[in-house]
C-alpha cells in the first residue's frame, strides 16, 4: 500500500508565502517523477511544477520565478515553496508520484488527497 500525504496547506494574505509538503510512505521501490497540481472548483487540475529522480525541475509558466518546487530523495518527501503568492493561486494542491513498488515493479501513478491552499486579496 501507498500514500501519499500533503501538509502545509492553509490562509495566507496575498504576498504571502506557504510551503507544502508531500510525504510518500508504503512499500516503495524507486520513485521517478514528483509533481504538484492544483485544482479549482468546474476546472481542470493543473501542473505546477514537477521534479525528476535526477532534480531536474519544470513550472507552469503562472508560477515560475515565484514557486520553488524540490525533493528529498532519502526521505521519500517533496516540497513546494510558494512566494509571493497571488489570489489566482487559489486552489486545492495534490501531489502526485510516479513510482514502483516492491510488489508489482510497474510503474504508476499515486495521488494524494490534497491540501487547501487560500490567498486573501
Known amino acids: 500500500q501507498v500514500q501519499l500525504v500533503e501538509s502545509g496547506g492553509g490562509l495566507v494574505p496575498a504576498g504571502g508565502s506557504l510551503r507544502l509538503s508531500c510525504t510518500v510512505s508504503g512499500s516503495i521501490f524507486s520513485i521517478n517523477l514528483m509533481a504538484w497540481y492544483r485544482q479549482v472548483p468546474g476546472k481542470q487540475r493543473e501542473l505546477v511544477a514537477d521534479v525528476f529522480s535526477g532534480r531536474s525541475t519544470n513550472y507552469a509558466d503562472s508560477v515560475k520565478g515565484r514557486f520553488t518546487i524540490s525533493r528529498d530523495n532519502a526521505k521519500n518527501m517533496m516540497y513546494l515553496q510558494m512566494n509571493s503568492l497571488k489570489p489566482e493561486d487559489t486552489a486545492v494542491y495534490y501531489c502526485?508520484?510516479?513510482?514502483?513498488?516492491?510488489?508489482?515493479?510497474?510503474?504508476?501513478?499515486?495521488w494524494g488527497q490534497g491540501t487547501q491552499v487560500t490567498v486573501s486579496s
Open positions: 502526485a508520484a510516479d513510482l514502483r513498488t516492491y510488489a508489482t515493479k510497474s510503474l504508476s501513478t499515486w
